[in-house]
């Protein structure tokens, strides 16, 4: 008995079903953020920090926090020990994954989910560099952004 079997797959469903998927996990990131930014600002607040300045860089597909500054009525101080739960979007889960951490593992995450949202790649090629500036008192965050690129001119004379 010879039979015709279609082995190729529904590339419509799939498609469907991943952009499905990635639209309710955006949506959650999209929602989970403002409430992870209230809890480090909460917690910024309550241990006198009035400043913090995050300093990135990165190229060659690899990118990194240089260093992060901490400013208060007094001057520099130091990273607050505090820790504070923030939420997190898992790829395929409807709820979110919740932990507590550190705020400068706090600041840390919502720097690098900053930098996907806003310049997503930053890291590759020549890269990009710059400055977040958490300024407590006006609850925001302010992002300085630098991006790298190489240009080349050519002409050609035909004579």
Known sequence: MTGTFNTMPNTDAATSDWEAQRAAHDRLHAELQPHNKAALFDALTATGVTLVVVSFDGYGDSGQIENIEVKSADGIAAMP????????????????????????????????????????????????YGDFTFDVAKRTITLDYNERYTASEYSQHVF
Not at 88 to 96: H, K, L, M
Not at 118 to 124: A, I, Q, V
């Open 81 to 128: 020990e505090d820790k504070i739960e923030i939420a997190s979007v898992v790829w395929g889960q409807p709820e979110p994954d919740r932990s507590t951490v550190s705020i400068a593992d706090a600041i840390e995450c919502l720097v690098y989910d900053l930098l996907n949202d806003t310049h997503y790649g930053w890291e590759n090629n020549d890269g990009a």
